[in-house]
């Protein structure tokens, strides 16, 4: 290495950064520095574009001349030249990237001469909205960021990279960029796909049949209906990670295509263990504040699709003394009112329906 | 025909009921046909079952002796048998059945003396209970309940089926039993399959991975989650419609898979394809009131996770105006605090925004 990373207390800021590329994540992380006091200059390949972001408050247009700190947070193709060129650029900076996939970035800065000074990052954070417009010092609050040093990488490097992240109050979570890359195999990348193979059934099916439609499709295919350009460069990117998985998927599907050839008691003996090792995986997800999940069970309660309505069925829920663990609305076919689904604690679920109706509500279970 | 069916007026509700299977689907149509002043008899193959649903108020256990409409609410497998032993012990009454698969229903009863009296249904509702005491008068308010004729049915049997349908405030839809079978194939069948096994790629992976998850597995997940006794009857019944949807599913995996092998611009241009194929597939699944759906977007407010906080957010929504599509809560990683997700019309997005932030809340898009 040619130059040591800066000496950093631990949790303390860098003084000056660099946020190269202003889209959704890039201005995100800018507005949330900038708010932190850190001064922030802003870089983006199309003109313009880093004028938009500093008129709404992420730094300034100045060039930066000697950043403790640079952020790529350019689009997933162009990540890894952007990283080399940034440790070329600012030899006494420590540089960190916010791409979905780790590989092509850890591959080309291994073994270069600013190595030691660069740390990966993934922030699990998003809207469906993207620009400089979008971003928000808040995107960050409470997410998982994955931190993926190389095996170079410095200490003090990854400690720098590891207390900004804190100061976005998102959740550092540390990863080799191989286990990283699996990881959002199987979290976002495979679901994702699956959710457009899904959504693509749907494609050229009968307009009646699409109308049979509940909340369990809208489910599965609600994340197919994101926008496609970003997607292709992050498959691209991933694609050993992703194959792997979708083989394995490929595999429990065929399992699946032979117990239902089969039929009869061979059917029922192998689509069971198929569906309880799905309702074992559900279990494995998370639950709030990332707890172990508790048991929660659903109320329904009709409600008319009109301002005001939702209000007061938050105001009785609260007055009940029950936590919503979850909320939803399912908008039923063909009228003017919505069923919302108030998940709560198992326990509270009865306690709960009681106190709605006799508030005047038509709650059930 | 042995028995020409009772002749009803348009929209009449039969004087006298059968329930047959006082589960969540049976004793809710009790409770609704008895609300609408049905005289409703009960009967249940598990001893005690039709005396819980009784007590409930869904009806009576007194034998049924001329009932004219009997509806058979039994677990899937037991569907056709009890079909055919209704029409034959009641020969002036229509028989309609609940069964999520038509098929084997329809076969049995097709040719038989009673086949004009008999009008297959399926009502799209339910809750992840089971059993008469999770039933609810209000449980097919506004769902679609597929109207599933024989050829033979006589045209005042489909008439009083209608009008059933019609009273309990469902939406009754018109299919042929393939039409339908295929249908629900498409809409739940092969959805709920596809949870499953991508829920399954979650049984044996590392914990660390599954601590990435954000809303995107979730939500493709959630209904694999659900008990797996009643799944098995049904895949069984609707083997063939399942099949040649996952047999289509497994040709466009396996394009995806080519896709990812080949990399570079022939993945770029193939997977693109497929991605704009299941965004296509989602915009095709009906909105709210059944219109085609508006274009929304996602307002996000980080909420305190405490009794209250939810309800002083739907007031201040309501007092800005704004009304509320979709909504979802997000519990963030690690934190007492959760992401409320706000869907509303895409022109109000920015409006909600500002309303928000100027009553205090940390809003944005």
Known sequence: MTATPPTQDAGALPSTAL???CGLIGTSAALALTARGVRVHLRDAVPGVAEVAASVGAGTVEPAVAPDLVVVAVPPAAVAETALAALEEFPHAVVTDVASVKRPVTEAVTGT???????????????????????????????????????????????????????????????????????????????????????????????????????????????????????LQILDSNAAAVTALLQSLRGDLDRVLDALAAGGDVLTGRLSDVLDAGRAGTQRIPGKHGEVRTESASVFVPVEDRPGVLSQLMTDIGESGVNIEDFRIDHEYGRPVGLAQVEVAAERADHLTSSLTARGWSAYR
């Open 19 to 21: 946020v190269i590329g």
């Open 113 to 231: 001469p600013g190595a030691a000074r660069f740390v990966g990052g993934h922030p699990m954070a998003g809207t469906e909205r993207s620009g400089p417009t979008a971003g928000s010092a808040l995107l960050f609050e409470g997410r998982p960021w994955a931190v993926v040093p190389l095996p170079e990488s410095a200490p003090e490097a990854v400690a720098l990279v590891t207390s900004v992240v804190q100061a976005l109050e998102a959740v550092p979570t540390p990863f080799t960029p191989d286990q990283h890359d699996e990881a959002v195999a199987l979290v976002s990348h495979v679901p994702h796909l699956v959710s457009v193979l899904t959504a693509g059934l749907l494609a050229s099916a009968p307009r009646e049949h699409i109308d049979l439609a509940g909340p369990g499709l809208r489910d599965v295919t609600r994340i197919a209906g994101s926008a496609t350009g970003m997607w």
